[in-house]
């Protein structure tokens, strides 16, 4: 970025533009600890590395790599990090106050923090007079001595040192003097920064800003705020902290952490960045936020939430046939900002709520010339209706509506007909054994080709492939990456209908395909058809294209 720095008292222009560019905000993420205590969430000191290296490299100022004290596992984190060098983010390493009755160099917890060579350390302390008489089971005055005597030990080994104050807004509303006490001692010692943590989740936004503003008058050392999401109000509680003059926020990337989990850093960077206006991650890092919490998620092997907001991938989409016509004439008028902000897309739904928008803008999504205008459309939209009606989704099935609309709209002859079908299992041994023969007719020529597989939609899906790909080469490169099975209206017992969609894949493009019918072979089988017509008219269309050239 240019800076256009006059004098103003600074020595050279890098340093005003060093502190022009600082920001206003600092993001403390806390995934690899705070956030690795979620349920469900287990990383490998290699993902450990991984995930801080994106982080590293989409601009967060700290990572908190884990607690060398409590797990050899980030030991072992650390031991490899020190040999990493990162770019924007400074490391730290987390761990508590001394025990109580021991100096702060003969302690083997404090010991370990100074062993994983960090350049930053992040130690809890009491603020509650409750946990200091109940949890600690000491006296008000050695618990300040511990907060004083560990900071000051972990200065003098040259430690940027964070206090994170532990239950500060319960503590504080129990005794405020107290509370206020514990923080000075902090400070006095020579803490860099001290975070107030609502270690419980359960403040409000109102008393967090109140309590943060009182520390904020009291102290002088930079204020962050650490929260928890137990009552849903993590991120707001966060945010209501730096309104008042906290200027770090510590959380998690999708809201990972115990319980119900932290505050979320990925709700919190945008709203940070575009609703409270300050600096914070690079600007350039705002359109990969998606992304990186996409990425996240995978390495956790966690499906990405869809309503997550900012980042899911329902964030931006509309569904209500009046919100979509809007949304087609004026973009702002159902979306609070630009989706691509944040690296998100807007997407339209198509569902029994559809109108003719919907199908508009998704045909235009999926590249096929449709406008309001269109004769066929009429059409169209009742054959939808008609399908969804029996229980066809389209919202994850684009290849089936792809499929649907070029039917009704060019008439052209199918790529391929499925004459007819057989599937057998056998056993043999302690192996089950599945083979299918099916016959397709392309331009008056026949194939009939058998395959075994693992299970019956295996072999169909082999047999199908063998015999498309004597007339069509390109099918060969089509894998099928997931498939799932639903049961419609299982109420109904016996009769119930069953909904498979099926993703697919040919190493550049992936598709959805739907099928539905009482049979479960039937339903994959449509859906199968459906994924290889999908493939087969796009390739034509590309052909055609290449022809009016
Ligand atoms: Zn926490």
Redesign the pocket.
Known sequence: MLCKARHAGVNSQSALCALIMRPEVEIYD?TLR?GS?GEGINFSVADKIRIAERLDAFGVHYIEGGWPGSNPKDIEFFAQAKRKRFKNAKLAAFGSTRRKGVRAAQDEQVQLLIDAATPVVTIYGKTSMLHVKEVLRTTPAENLAMIADTVRFLKSHGKFVIY?AEHAFDGFKLDEKYALATWKAAEEAGADLIAL?D?NGGSLPAEVGRITHVARTNLNVQLGI???DDIGLGVANALAALEVGASHV?GTINGY??RTG?CNLTSVIPNVAFKMKKRCVPQGSLAQLKELSQFVDEIANLRHSPRQPWVGSAAFSHKGGTHVNAVQKLVSSYEHIDPASVGNTRTVLISDLAGRSNIVMKAQELGIKLSNDTPELKTILNRIKQLEHKGYEFEAAEGSLAVLIRKELYHQPLPFKVQGYHVSMRNEGRNSVCEATIKVKVNGKEAHTVADGDGPVNALDSALRTALAEFYPQVKKIKLTDYKVRILDSGTGTAAKTRVLIQSSDGKQEWGTVGVDDNIIEASLQALVDSMEYKLMMIRGFEEKERKR
């Open positions: 806390t705070d205590q994170d943590c270690t650490h929260t928890h510590q952490g115990e932290n």
